[in-house]
């Protein structure tokens, strides 16, 4: 048998040569033609087919929501990707070539990104308190002008209270926190190395821009609840949040969302 030859394409399939280049029969007459390995195309926004159709599924059941699994490379496909490649610290240009194909094919079926956690029984320490102190102001609706009791802690009234609600309910289970702007929250994590894109737990602060590609880089902010998978295998983010709807709400999201800019832990 010739162990010398090598390995080349032909067309749609792989054929053993000799060292002399030659194709080899030597008992390999059932091996000469082996189907080759599918090479996945790079697509990007604009592009068309399975490939896309199998992206978009396979970013859906990671907790990247694309909309429609269509096949067609539309503005919420792009969002999806963009969202998958900032959490594995890819570059986030929306194009799909073998870096970003390899690191889809390699996040684990559907099993969620590490840290993951659902506990069976309510979070202790700082992340319990702070959904409990959470959850006892749902319901609350402010008064005119923004009146709201969670920046009147701080000294401050009639503003967007999002973030002031967040400080609030830190600084009643023990993590003094006093900071009023979403982006302002944002850079606090950041600056302390306390921001990630990982699947959050509860208890962790998640911040949100409603409007990607403007000036402002965050413009919201909320508490996670909990984490859940939906009948599709995708993850979702519950949340509690302050001057949502003009009060303290629940909401739900997927994990993949790209107005979701991330997440932070404290202390």
């Known amino acids: 048998m010739t162990t010398t030859g090598r390995w080349i394409r032909r067309g749609a399939t792989i054929a053993l040569l000799d060292a002399n280049g030659r194709q080899d029969e030597m008992e390999f007459e059932g091996l000469l033609e082996l189907p080759a390995t599918a090479v996945r195309p790079t697509v990007q926004r604009g592009s068309r087919g399975s490939a896309v159709e199998a992206l978009q599924a396979r970013l859906k059941t990671l907790g990247f929501d694309p909309g429609p699994i269509d096949g067609i490379f539309g503005s919420g496909t792009e969002a999806a990707v963009k969202a998958f490649q900032r959490a594995r610290g890819l570059a986030a240009d929306g194009v799909v070539g073998p870096l970003t194909w390899g690191r889809l094919d390699a996040s684990g079926g559907t099993r969620p990104p590490s840290p993951w956690s659902t506990p069976a029984r309510p979070p202790s320490g700082v992340a319990g308190r702070v959904l409990a102190e959470a959850r006892r102001h749902l319901g609350f609706r402010e008064g005119p002008n923004n009146d709201n009791p969670f920046s009147a802690h701080f000294g401050v009234r009639n503003v967007p209270w999002c973030a002031y609600f967040v400080s609030y309910v830190y600084t009643k289970a023990g993590v003094p926190l006093n900071i009023g702007s979403s982006d302002g929250m944002r850079q606090h994590l950041i600056d302390r190395g306390r921001f990630f894109t990982t699947v959050p737990q509860p208890g962790d602060i998640l911040i949100f821009d409603w409007t990607l590609g403007d000036h402002d880089p965050a413009e919201h902010v909320g508490i996670v ?43």
Not at 233 to 255: C, K, P
């Open 225 to 267: 609840e909990s984490v859940s998978r939906d009948a599709a295998g995708g993850l979702r983010v519950h949340t509690i949040e302050g001057n949502s709807s003009d009060g303290v709400n629940r909401r739900e999201y997927s994990f993949g969302s790209p107005q979701i800019v991330g997440y932070g832990r404290l202390p």
